[in-house]
């Protein structure tokens, strides 16, 4: 068993299975992208476990887990085995006895094993000490129906390096964001998907990203990138209202009417209850043009506001529509 830094086990994890010792609720809060959960513990056994710990000392400790895994020993060998390779990463949250004892019994099995120093807990914090480090970041703004999404997706396709925060967050970014999505990954997750997307770029180059808010949905950016995104170059995007209204009731107007309804009421406030009422009204008649421009108001306006905080960093307006889209996504490809 060789017990290796973080960023040995980061350029390894991509040729070998990563394993992650810890509890199915552990893992599903959040883990390693890639990373099979082999635990040693169930939920239920992990919160016994801790509980003797706490009361009753480590070595009582050892010994309930001991009974609980001893049944599960094969288990964990075959499905290792299942995962073709006889060199395996794997790591617990800090680094401990868990992965310290699944590495002991595959070793003994005849694996080549290496142990993430400092576990899960490791790799989290190497999450946060990236983004304090200056990156060359891009930043694609417009108000919404700008096709800025469709624009980074093409501008992937010829090459550039893109994140799709709104895609690695399962949300489109509105009150009317998660109708068309999945359900969302809990923040952890996202933020660690987010970090998984930038270790395969060339830091030297161009990364270019979305202007979004700190939390998309329910799931929030890391902090030092969202900071590093305000102070970043920004390229306006600018698509006429009606271009817009026909991106946007395209892309929703086939939703059921009453997950529209329900999301032009969630901003009701702010719209304004005659502005509401209206656009309700609009979308129970299939009128989805005149509903998405009363909705389009406000959500100009808001974005008028944001974008005249940050005014000293848009560094060109670039007019676009549906014909030019290719076009500019080639030009801005160019950009250094």
């Not at 010792?21 to 599903?28: F, I, K, L, N």
Request: aromatic share 8%; charged share 25%.
């Amino acid at each position: 068993m060789q017990v290796i830094e973080i960023d040995q086990f980061l350029s390894n994890k991509n040729d070998f299975p990563v394993l992650d010792t810890r509890s199915p609720g552990e893992h599903a809060a959040g883990h390693i992208p890639g990373a099979v959960n082999l635990p040693l513990f169930d939920n239920d056994q992990r919160a016994i476990i801790g509980t003797i710990y706490k009361e009753e000392g480590r070595e009582k400790a050892i010994k309930v887990g001991l009974k609980l895994i001893g049944p599960k020993l094969v288990d964990l060998i075959e499905i290792a085995e299942s995962l073709g390779s006889k060199k395996l990463l794997i790591h617990c949250w800090r680094g401990g006895m868990r992965s310290s004892s699944l590495a002991w019994l595959l070793e003994l099995y005849g694996f080549e094993i290496l142990v993430l120093k400092g576990g899960y807990k490791a790799y989290r914090n190497y999450l946060l000490s990236f983004f304090d480090q200056p990156l060359k970041l891009k930043i694609v703004a417009g108000t919404t129906g700008s096709m800025k999404t469709s624009l980074l997706k093409e501008m992937e396709t010829k090459g550039a390096q893109i994140v799709d925060l709104e895609g690695l967050a399962h949300h489109q970014g509105s009150a009317f964001g998660s109708h068309k999505e999945e359900s969302q990954p809990s923040s952890e997750q996202f933020q660690n998907d987010i970090l998984e997307k930038f270790l395969y770029f060339s830091l030297e180059k161009p990364i270019w990203l979305e202007d979004e808010s700190f939390i998309i949905g329910k799931a929030h950016i890391i902090a030092p990138l969202y900071q590093l995104m305000q102070e970043s170059p920004r390229y306006h995007i600018v698509v006429s209202k009606e271009q817009r209204l026909k991106v946007l009731v395209n892309g929703y107007g086939s939703l059921p009417k009453d997950k529209l309804i329900k999301s032009t009421y969630d901003i009701a406030k702010k719209l304004g209850k005659e502005n509401c009422e209206l656009a309700v009204n609009h979308i129970e008649n299939g009128e989805m043009s005149q509903a998405a421009s009363i909705i389009l108001s406000y959500y100009d306006k808001a974005y008028g506001k944001g974008l005249n905080k940050k005014a000293k960093t848009v560094v060109r307006e670039i007019p676009m529509n549906l014909d030019n889209l290719s076009e500019v996504a080639a030009s801005l490809i160019k950009i250094e």
